[in-house]
C-alpha cells in the first residue's frame, strides 16, 4: 500500500477531523495534537455517520449522529463488539500528512 498525501499538517485543527477521498476511498482523518495523526474509514458502520464530523475521545473517534466510538488503533467499536470501521498508517513527512491507503 502507498503512502498518499492527504493534506497539510496545519489543514486539520487539533482534535478534529478532515474527510479526504483518494480513487474513491473515502477516509476521515484526525489531528491527534503533538504532531500525531490517526485515520480510519470515514462513515459509521451503525447507521452511515460521518465520522470526519465526530470529535476525539482519548484514541477514539465518535460518530456525531449516535455516540458510537470507535478505537483509532484497532478499529474496534467500543459500543457493539460486532461493529468495526478501517483504519490506516499515518505519518508526517515535513508538513504533510500521509496515509498509507490500499
Do not use: K
Amino acid at each position: 500500500m502507498p503512502f498518499v498525501r492527504v493534506a497539510a499538517d496545519h489543514e486539520i485543527p487539533v482534535g478534529h477531523g478532515l474527510l479526504v477521498e483518494n480513487n474513491g476511498l473515502a477516509v476521515a482523518v484526525f489531528n491527534r495534537g503533538g504532531g500525531r495523526f490517526a485515520a480510519c474509514g470515514a462513515v459509521c458502520p451503525h447507521e452511515d455517520g460521518p465520522l470526519a464530523d465526530g470529535w476525539l475521545e482519548g484514541d477514539a473517534v465518535v460518530c456525531p449522529w449516535h455516540g458510537f466510538d470507535f478505537d483509532l488503533v484497532t478499529g474496534q467499536c467500543r459500543v457493539d463488539a460486532d461493529l468495526a470501521i478501517p483504519v490506516y498508517p499515518v505519518r508526517v513527512v515535513g508538513d504533510a500528512v500521509e496515509v498509507d491507503l490500499p
